[in-house]
């Protein structure tokens, strides 16, 4: 396992952008598929978006598509959720994840990073 460190988070209002990071270490960042998750207060935690770790094919959840883009530089051991178009219904703890596991659930094993608070409001 690596340590994963998400960071970026903070107030924004409707409609502003936000990008957040997730790094690790080599050489295991680079095998890992990095997932975002988030929570909001009362709700269960909601996959955000997954990306792999060679090609970068991405997967995002609906209510994101089409705003929110992952990518990756595995020579910085660092993955980006870039957020457009924000929501107040976008608020929420994000948490990055990092496994051998592909798909939207997290793997047992996953590493986690501690969460970044992303708050959407006018």
């Known amino acids: 396992q690596v340590q994963l460190v998400d960071a970026g988070g903070g107030l924004v209002q409707p409609g502003d952008s936000l990008r957040l990071s997730c790094s690790g270490s080599?050489?295991?960042?680079?095998?890992?598929?990095i997932r975002w998750f988030r929570q909001a207060p009362g709700r269960e935690r909601e996959f955000v978006g997954a990306?792999?770790?060679?090609?970068?094919?991405?997967d995002y959840a609906d209510s994101v598509k089409g705003r929110f883009t992952m990518s990756r530089d595995n020579a910085k051991n660092t993955a980006y959720l870039q957020m457009t178009s924000l929501k107040p219904e976008d608020t929420g703890v994000y948490h990055c994840?990092?496994?051998?596991?592909?798909?939207?659930?997290?793997?047992?094993?996953?590493?986690w990073g501690q969460g970044t608070q992303v708050t959407v409001s006018s």
């Open positions: 080599a050489p295991t960042f680079s095998t890992y598929v």
């Open positions: 994840a990092g496994g051998t596991t592909p798909g939207r659930r997290p793997g047992t094993y996953d590493s």
């Open positions: 990306i792999s770790p060679n090609k970068g094919l991405t």
